[in-house]
Every structure is written in structure tokens, then in C-alpha cells.
């Protein structure tokens, strides 16, 4: 158990490590969290295995939201573009490097590039995919406590259009879920965007 120094310390160096890999609050913003965590867990003689661990559940929050749009598309011509987790990641405007697993043809390993008040700090992650009869469920881990599940699906709406729609349940430290959501539901709106450029140029291509 910590001392209250010792949990105040755990306190600043969770607040520390995020605002560090988020906000690029660190001299070296292109260091791997892992570096990070052991650098600054050393420096206040805390176990950097109790941190990741305690993080995660420590004032976490979940939000859920969905973006979805109308493509100029069938649904059989859509579906297979919804259904890449390499076409998905190729349009998402922070991902600057993706490597797949040589052990699980779904599971990559992500790099992105924040642009934050002339900054441009790098995080690295895992990102899980799993094809549906419908669409594409992606499950991230992006490190220091926050996790997204997506299901991307395209379908025939009530109007008889078709839609593509994102339904993304989003968990992380609820004093920066602000910040996180903000960001997230910006990023997947841009995702979304390009998405549906991607779906329509492919239609026209083929009509």
C-alpha cells in the first residue's frame, strides 16, 4: 500500500503520463508511453506496474456515440470497402503508420500523429478488428486508460438509402473525458467523411 505521498505521486504521474502522451506535455513527445511511465515512475521510486494497472479504473468514464451517413451506393458495392480494416485506417487523418501482426491478419499495430498547438507527439497502440456479415468492429487500446469499441455497418435505412453508421463506445479517465471525447468524436466524424468520398468514388468508378 502507498503512502499518501506515494499515492499523491501515483495521482500526478497518471495526470502527468496522460497530458504527456495527449497534449505532448514532454520535451521528447515522440517517446514510447513505456519509456515515459518507466522514466517517471523511477524518478518518484513508485512499481511503474501498479500505475498502468491502477489507471485504468481510476475515475473511468464511458460515452457512447454514432455518426452515420448516406452513400450514393448499394449495399453489396459498399460492403467490402466497410469490411477492410487497412481501407479504414488509410482514410483516418491522424494514423501516420500501421503494421499488421505476422501472428493475427486482424490485429495491428497503430502509430498517430496529433497536431496539438504546433506540437505533433505520437502514440502507438493495438487495434483489434473483426469482420461482420454487416460491417467491421474495431476494439483499440490505446494506452493509459482509454479504450474504444466500434461497429462500422452498412445498410438499407427506412428510406430506402444507403447508410453507413458508426456506433463507438469510448471508456477512459473521466477527468480528461472531455478532452478525449471531443477529440475522438471529431476524428470519427472525419473518418466517417472520408468514408463516404471513398464509398461514392468507388460507385461512380463502377457505374
Known sequence: MHSTRGMTLTLFLHLGLFMAMFN?????????????????????????????????????????????????????????IVQDPEALMKINPIITNFVQSPDDPLLYTVTDTLDVIGLHPTTTYTAKFTVNPDGLSTDVNAGAGVTTKGHWTISTNANGE?????????????????????????????????????????AAKSA
Open 162 to 202: 444507403t447508410e453507413v453508421k458508426e456506433d463507438t463506445v469510448l471508456s477512459g479517465p473521466s477527468i480528461f473525458m472531455p478532452f478525449i471525447q471531443t477529440t475522438t468524436e471529431d476524428a470519427h466524424n472525419t473518418d466517417m467523411d472520408n468514408l463516404v468520398k471513398l464509398i461514392n468514388d468507388n
Open 24 to 80: 505532448g506535455a514532454t520535451a521528447a513527445p515522440v517517446a514510447k508511453r513505456d519509456d515515459l511511465l518507466s522514466v517517471l515512475s523511477n524518478a518518484a521510486g513508485i512499481d511503474a506496474s501498479s500505475i498502468g494497472s491502477s489507471i485504468t479504473n481510476l475515475f473511468k468514464s464511458t460515452k457512447n456515440f454514432s455518426t452515420s451517413r448516406v452513400v450514393n451506393s448499394s449495399v453489396e458495392a459498399a460492403l467490402p
